[in-house]
């Protein structure tokens, strides 16, 4: 095969964890990248990220890139095209709701708008919080979501509140004409089918790693 290749192909709704890994190789090549390297193989790449070989080969199968024999990938192309199916190279603009410790930090990260999400405002219910800002990003009172929504054509909203009040804020939202929710509490929000729900409770992964830890410990003894 004589150099990368890339096919229009209908895309796949790709499995899940395909999609959990793809990230990983995006960040590992982009390293490569800034490094000057040209090609890099799945063998490479599964010994630098511990995941099986024929794995990546298969996963990246997904986005029809295929690299040069006893070559491998062609980095450059690679990370370009990870970036854009990812839909890390398309803006994405988002509002935080609940402006507290997580929301604020989670604004602060300028991280996150090199993976396309723009934070366009905060939210919230906290006089002490309305109408400041953080890091130039306004902060509204939760009244003021519809109209601010459509105004700033946002379609994430990124839930950042006590758990008592999630299902509430998610109900708020939705109806405001949000289409995707990234829910960082440990409640499970329910909402109509078409809504996109992405889980990110930092609670269940410490709970998950205190396990393991003791598990781990306890088998030291």
Not at 28 to 54: C, F, G, H, P, Q
Not at 159 to 177: L, S, Y
Not at 213 to 221: A, E, I, R, Y
């Amino acid at each position: 095969m004589s150099s990368t290749q890339r096919n229009t192909a209908p895309r796949e709704i790709l499995p899940e964890p395909t999609l959990r890994r793809l990230p990983w190789y995006l960040a590992y090549v982009s390293l490569l990248k800034n490094r000057n390297v040209e090609y890099v193989s799945s063998t490479a790449i599964s010994r630098e990220l511990n995941v099986d070989a024929s794995q990546i080969a298969k996963d990246l199968s997904y986005l029809s890139i295929k690299g040069k024999t006893r070559i491998g990938y062609e980095v450059v192309r690679l990370e370009r095209e990870l970036r854009e199916f990812l839909g890390f190279k398309t803006v994405h603009n988002a509002i935080i709701v609940g402006t507290g410790s997580l929301g604020a930090a989670l604004i602060a990260d300028s991280g996150l708008s090199r993976y396309g999400l723009n934070i366009v405002a905060g939210f919230d219910v906290n006089p002490k919080l309305v109408n400041t800002t953080i890091c130039g990003i306004p902060v509204y009172d939760i009244t003021d979501l519809p109209r601010k929504r459509r105004e700033l054509d946002a379609e994430i909203a990124v839930i950042a509140v006590p758990v008592e009040v999630a299902q509430d804020i998610a109900d708020t939202c939705v109806a405001a004409g949000i289409k995707a929710l990234w829910n960082f509490t440990p409640f499970r929000i329910k909402t109509a089918g078409d809504i996109v729900i992405q889980n990110t409770s930092i609670y269940s992964h410490l709970a998950v790693m205190y396990n393991r830890l003791d598990t781990k410990n306890q088998g030291s003894l």
